[in-house]
């Protein structure tokens, strides 16, 4: 079992990268299990979603918004900040840290459901809005999957951790060591505090070197196409004694294929940015040890 966590400052694109990696390395007979690490518990979405739309030619607003986290609206009115609520304020997305806070026994099956392409999905959550530590809760969470058998019970060839923004604290920075994860991406732009964040995750896995922690696997350069971005991100690359092993281009695709559900690899698949994230996916298939598909 290989275990990957991607890092990144908020919005560069994080969870829309690890959705569409996923889909590809499943679409290729790898066992994918993604593990969102986010007090918001929206990495999984497109995946759970996509999984659905394969299954009924149609599903309504309140279904798709209440049960899969769907961005969609139906004849029936309800909007998508409307379903985002509620999905808040009931626990919609049976995360970890919901079944937690339950105080009731769960098991492997309460907390990962098949998504796209079969793509295991989990979600760690976090803790209620404006109460307690979101660091604690992905701590909490993680060491409860393995307490109650999620790895033994699903056997995946490999899992992909989508992390929380920059946040390098204790909790956030969990991945990085105690044998979650053997390698890390970072994603960035050439945008100034995507790089900035970049450099700070970088350096916070320089601290742990020599530990037999994970290492940096390589950066991803999301483009924002600002003046100079490849040479920055080369700069960042170079700094952190490491280098760029993919470039994704902006595409209105994948807004597109948000609006439908559906992660770019499944809407799109021979569209010019859904290449992209096959070629990476690519990439790093041959740049670290994968179990055969």
Do not use: W
Not at 207 to 222: E, S
Request: net charge negative; with cysteine.
């Amino acid at each position: 079992m290989l275990k990957i966590a991607f890092y990144g400052k908020g919005g560069i694109g994080k969870t829309t990268t690890v959705t569409n990696i996923s889909a590809v390395l499943a679409e290729k007979g790898y066992r994918v299990l993604q593990v969102g690490c986010d007090p918001k518990a929206d990495s999984t979405r497109l995946l759970l979603a996509g999984a659905q739309a394969n299954t009924e030619d149609k599903c309504s607003a309140a279904q798709a918004n209440t049960e899969y986290n769907c961005p969609v609206a139906d004849e029936g009115g309800i909007s998508e900040i409307s379903a985002m609520f509620h999905d808040l304020r009931n626990g919609g997305t049976r995360t970890v840290m919901d079944h937690i806070r339950a105080r009731q026994p769960f098991s492997p099956e309460d907390i990962v459901r098949p998504g796209y392409a079969g793509v295991l999905c989990a979600e760690a959550g976090g803790p209620l809005p404006g109460q307690g530590c979101a660091g604690r809760a992905v701590i909490t969470a993680l060491e409860k999957m393995e307490e109650i058998g999620v790895y033994d019970q699903y056997k995946p060839d490999i899992v992909l951790y989508d992390v929380l923004g920059d946040v390098v604290c204790g909790g956030f920075a969990m991945p990085m060591r105690r044998g979650y994860a053997d390698y890390i991406y970072i994603l960035t732009s050439g945008e100034s505090m995507s790089l900035y964040a970049a450099a700070n995750i970088g350096l916070a896995l320089e601290h742990f070197r020599g530990r037999g922690y994970a290492q940096l696997g390589g950066i991803i350069l999301n483009r924002r196409n600002v003046p100079e971005e490849e040479e920055r991100a080369q700069d960042l690359a170079a700094e952190l004694s490491s280098q760029i092993i993919g470039t994704l281009s902006q595409s209105n695709d994948v807004r597109r294929a948000e609006e439908m559900g559906q992660c770019v690899i499944q809407a799109f698949p021979d569209s010019v940015i859904a290449q992209e994230y096959r070629a990476l996916a690519e990439t790093i298939e041959k740049s670290v040890v994968l179990p055969n598909g």
